[in-house]
């Protein structure tokens, strides 16, 4: 029976990270699920999937452990079943000028309605002709089926209107 393996690292950036990560993975038999890495600040932090036979997960948390000696620090967290409840996907995308709380702002509402974020990516850029500080965010969303999409979208838009940002939803089809 496979298990998944959660890791989550932070540590100074430098070349081989991903490597020494992924040769400790592969020695323990270890499939590379999904990963989201990045440096930031000077720091590479990542999160990964390894998917791995239940009877060799021990080893290789022990394994991904030593890791820390190198300068990494590391979280390991044994995967959960996905649920089965009733939930939709969409998408969100949101640009507009840069200032405090704007992801406090829209997950909020998002929690008040009980949506779920799957995935946020976020970045902030200089506007081609202004050079002003631009927020850009692109989300991917867990809706529950009870939720109104028209009051979501209300809300949002209501929202988007006081923070004076381009916001739209989109309904995605499941997979």
């Not at 040769?23 to 038999?29: K, L, N, S, Y």
């Not at 930031?40 to 990964?48: D, E, K, N, R």
């Not at 239940?54 to 995967?79: F, T, Y």
């Not at 002003?132 to 988007?160: C, I, K």
């Amino acid at each position: 029976m496979k298990t998944s393996l959660v890791v989550t690292l932070i540590g100074p950036d430098r070349p081989g990270l991903v490597n020494a990560l992924a040769t400790r993975a592969t020695a323990c038999g270890a499939g590379w699920m999904e990963s989201n890495m990045a440096q930031l600040a000077g720091q590479f932090a990542g999160i990964v999937r390894l998917e791995i036979d239940e009877s060799a997960a021990a080893d290789l948390e022990k394994s991904l452990l030593q890791l820390e000696h190198e300068g990494l620090h590391l979280r390991l967290e044994r995967g959960i079943p996905a649920t089965t409840s009733a939930l939709r996907k969409a998408r969100l995308e949101l640009t507009g000028h840069d200032r405090p709380g704007i992801v406090h702002e829209i997950s909020t509402v998002l929690a008040r309605h009980g949506v779920s974020i799957d995935k946020l990516e976020t970045a902030c850029e200089n506007a081609s002709f202004s050079g002003e500080p631009l927020f850009r965010a692109h989300a991917e969303l867990h809706v529950p089926l009870a939720v109104h999409a028209s009051d979501l979208r209300r809300d949002l838009e209501a929202l988007a209107n006081e923070l004076m940002v381009d916001l739209s939803l989109e309904d995605q089809p499941l997979q």
